[in-house]
């Protein structure tokens, strides 16, 4: 029987990062799976097992909800810098398992981005800034620091599930120091490892924070140390470095910075989750031998 408390209740979007998520399980500690011509579906597995277990959160009350896939890994990024994350050295039978991730996803019921020449990212940012005026909350479920960078009061939040935690935008001033607008700034200072971005050397998370904490941006910090207005150990150094290396910092910071202007292409009434199409489910369910997950679903279309 179909539900329809997504149209009774308080409208929340619930935004995932499938990408990560997908990862996260082909690393995780469950048990290795095949499919019945042998393929690895480890990953897809636990990806619709995670999303399932969040439409049956009844604490997470998901009303709308859409998940962005990076495929392939590369984007415009990786064009500009060299250096930019990419494909190189993942697991092949991880990167096989992309595309069907986004079939199981679709066969949830669950609004897809694809995301080609942008990041998974881009579009999750742009889809938290377009449709946070109309509805109660928009649930970023990744805590990828990128996404920092739109949270908005409580309005835009991150949620990591896997942690149990919240970050609001009180939240990301009191781990990172600065404003969410400023986080990619702060990205392009002391680098980011998970995306490939090196920094500047010599320049640490607390004398960042401290800087972009209080001037908000890379072009407003002087030039002049005696004029900053902080406290700053090595401030000549720092100061030095900003200057000579003022290019790389932008252009790292341009890196970091994701899009909030995309087209969704869908409007929020397309992202309302109205339960799980019962037959082809349970055809994808049997086609992978995955018996186990046939009665998982807690609302049906």
């Known amino acids: 029987m179909a539900g329809d408390g997504a149209s009774a209740a308080p409208a929340r979007l619930h935004l995932v990062d499938g990408t990560y998520e997908l990862f996260r399980a082909h690393f995780s500690k469950r048990p290795a799976r095949t ?3 042998g393929r690895d579906i480890k990953a897809t597995v636990g990806l619709v097992s995670s999303l399932l277990a969040l439409l049956a959160d009844e604490a997470e009350a998901v009303t709308h909800l859409g998940v962005a896939f990076d ?11 060299a250096g930019y994350k990419s494909s190189a050295g993942v697991d092949p039978a991880l990167l096989a398992q992309l595309a069907d991730a986004e079939v199981a ?15 998974a990212d881009d579009q999750l940012a742009s889809a938290a800034v377009r449709f946070a005026p109309e509805v109660e909350q928009v649930r970023i479920l990744t805590p990828d620091k990128d996404l ?18 919240e970050r609001d935008e009180d939240a990301v001033r009191e781990r990172f120091g600065v404003a969410p607008t400023a986080i990619p700034d702060l990205l392009a200072l002391v680098g980011d490892d998970a995306d490939g971005i090196p920094g500047l050397p010599g320049i640490g998370a607390r004398t960042a924070a401290a800087l972009l904490g209080h001037y908000g941006a890379l072009e407003a910090i002087p030039e002049d140390p005696a004029a900053w ?27 970091t910075r994701l899009a909030t202007d995309l087209d969704p292409g869908v409007g ?5 989750y109205g339960g799980v199409p019962r037959r082809p489910y349970l055809d ?12 998982r679903p807690r609302r049906w279309a």
């Open 105 to 119: 996803v679709g066969i949830l019921g669950v609004h897809v981005w694809r995301c080609e020449r942008v990041e």
């Open 284 to 295: 994808w369910c049997d086609a992978l031998g995955l018996g186990q997950l046939r009665d």
């Open 268 to 272: 929020l009434a397309d992202l309302a």
């Open 35 to 37: 499919d019945p011509q």
């Open 71 to 81: 495929r392939p890994i590369e984007s415009w990024r990786n064009e500009v810098f």
């Open 148 to 165: 920092a960078q739109v949270v908005q009061a409580s309005r835009i939040i991150q949620v990591d599930r896997s942690r149990g935690s």
């Open 229 to 255: 207005e902080v406290p700053v150990r090595g401030a000549a150094r720092i100061a030095a470095t900003l200057t000579e290396r003022r290019d790389e910092a932008l252009r790292y910071r341009e890196l």
